[in-house]
């Protein structure tokens, strides 16, 4: 009788440090940016909470580069980087105002 493949041990990600979280976020926010710029979003792989996490704080960093407002919409499998709406401070008005 001829049995399965041999059992793999279960794949566990070894959590982000504090320290690579910081750097993992400054070093994605410049190249989340271009994409932003070039394309208007951006979709990546995230299948994980810590990952969402690195991620959200990426792009918030991305948003402070280009002044601009960007959210994060995460569904469990991936993530969508975009330009958020621009709030009332930033409406143009007339002349008048």
């Given amino acids: 009788m001829t049995q399965g493949p041999a059992a793999q041990p279960a794949f566990r990600r070894t959590p982000l440090s504090a320290d690579e979280q910081v750097r993992g976020q400054a070093s994605m926010a410049p ?5 932003l710029l070039a394309h208007g979003r951006w979709r990546v792989s995230a299948d994980t909470p810590d990952v969402v996490e690195l991620f959200q704080g990426a ?3 991305a948003g402070e580069m ?6 994060s919409y995460a569904n469990g499998r991936d993530i969508v980087i975009t330009f958020g709406e621009e709030g009332p401070a930033s409406v143009i008005t007339g002349s008048g105002a």
């Fill in 66 to 71: 280009l002044q601009r407002p960007v959210v």
């Fill in 59 to 61: 792009a918030r960093l």
């Fill in 31 to 35: 190249h989340i940016a271009q994409q």
